[in-house]
């Protein structure tokens, strides 16, 4: 059994950065796609950005791109979410995903951690 447990949300203002970190138990990442998705209040969930196995290929959401970078650190069996320039529509609790294909659908992750708050203030 895999576990995803999130940190590093909380509360920063307009233009602000944050770094999630998203660490795994249970079983070695480095076979799997990562990702991280959010949901704000009263909107679903919606993709954000994912990571292939090696980490040299990424994807964004148009919302986050530029400003979002995911990256992998295989061996400490950890995936991160640098998050700068960050507004107020950000704010979100973003949930790591972890899945056996390169794609944005939350269909395709099998595991999930509880998720983290961020809150953008303007």
Not at 19 to 27: D, F, K
Not at 34 to 50: S, T
Not at 82 to 105: F, I, K, N
């Amino acid at each position: 059994q895999v576990q995803l447990v999130e940190s590093g949300g909380g509360l920063v203002q307009a233009g602000g950065s944050l770094r999630l970190s998203c660490a795994a138990s249970g079983r070695a990442i480095s076979v799997y796609v990562m990702a991280w998705f959010r949901q704000a209040p009263g909107k679903e969930r919606e993709f954000v950005a994912l990571i292939n196995r090696s980490g040299f290929s990424t994807t964004y959401a148009d919302s986050v791109k530029g400003r979002f970078t995911i990256s992998r650190d295989n061996a400490k069996n950890t995936v991160y979410l640098q998050m700068d320039s960050l507004r107020p529509e950000d704010t979100a609790v973003y949930y790591c995903a972890l899945g056996g294909t390169y794609g944005y659908s939350d269909a395709l992750y099998n595991y999930w951690g509880r998720g983290t708050q961020v809150t953008v203030s303007s």
